[in-house]
């Protein structure tokens, strides 16, 4: 669907079981992979691999967390994040790991990850992704809120994912972003509380 629309996504290829013939994905995709369950969520059974050995694991361990997996071309990069609040893109958060990759520890520990809020981009920078991000979630057929992921090897935005509940905790994205452009996070519930009775 994303690519249907003219957004750019990694090189990437699905897999419902996996056989050793497969194994010519790395060779085909080179360098960098990253292996992941098709649809877990906070990076659990996600892993950055370089080598046979390496992925193998990787498959094995994703494989735990989804019938599926996603074998994907790992994109060299910024990591962005744009929150989309009733189909409008809010300020652009750039995610910077203090080492490794914003996996689950990075994610849920407190001065592990700087957060640049908003994103050091150029005008041109931010109005393509957050047009990229509206798009994703109006092609999606979201409803109230959605966070859309991106990595930026500084020519292109790859589009990666699409949070459709994303997370609420104090170290959160989507309430980052939603504070960037003025609202509470006390306001920001009741505005999507208000957007399901709406619905409902």
């Known amino acids: 669907l994303v690519n249907s629309i003219g ?3 990694p090189k990437k290829k699905i897999f419902f079981d996996f056989k050793k013939s497969d194994l010519k ?3 085909e995709f080179g360098g960098k992979i990253v ?3 098709i649809d877990a969520g906070s990076s659990v ?3 950055i691999v370089d080598d046979k050995n390496k992925f193998l694991f990787a498959v094995k361990d994703a494989f735990k967390y989804s019938k599926n997996i996603i074998v994907e071309k790992f994109i060299d990069g910024r990591e962005l994040t744009v ?3 009733e189909g409008k893109a809010k300020p652009v958060i750039e995610i910077k790991p203090k080492s490794g990759w914003y996996d689950f520890t990075n994610k849920y520990s407190k001065g592990n990850t700087e957060y640049i809020a908003p994103a050091a981009l150029s005008e041109n920078e ?3 992704i957050q047009s990229y991000a509206e798009k994703i979630f109006k092609i999606i057929d979201c409803y109230a ?3 859309v992921d991106f990595r930026y090897d500084g020519q292109y935005f790859y589009f990666l994912e699409i949070n459709t509940l994303p997370g609420m905790t104090p170290l959160s994205l989507t309430p980052m972003s939603a504070k960037e452009s003025g609202m509470e996070f006390i306001d920001l519930l009741n505005l999507l509380i ?3 009775i709406k619905r409902s």
């Open 7 to 9: 957004i750019p996504t």
């Open 25 to 27: 994905i790395i060779d």
């Open 35 to 37: 292996v992941k369950p």
């Open 45 to 47: 059974g996600i892993h």
């Open 83 to 85: 929150t989309i609040l």
């Open 126 to 128: 931010k109005t393509t």
């Open 145 to 147: 809120y959605a966070r």
């Open 194 to 196: 208000t957007l399901a």
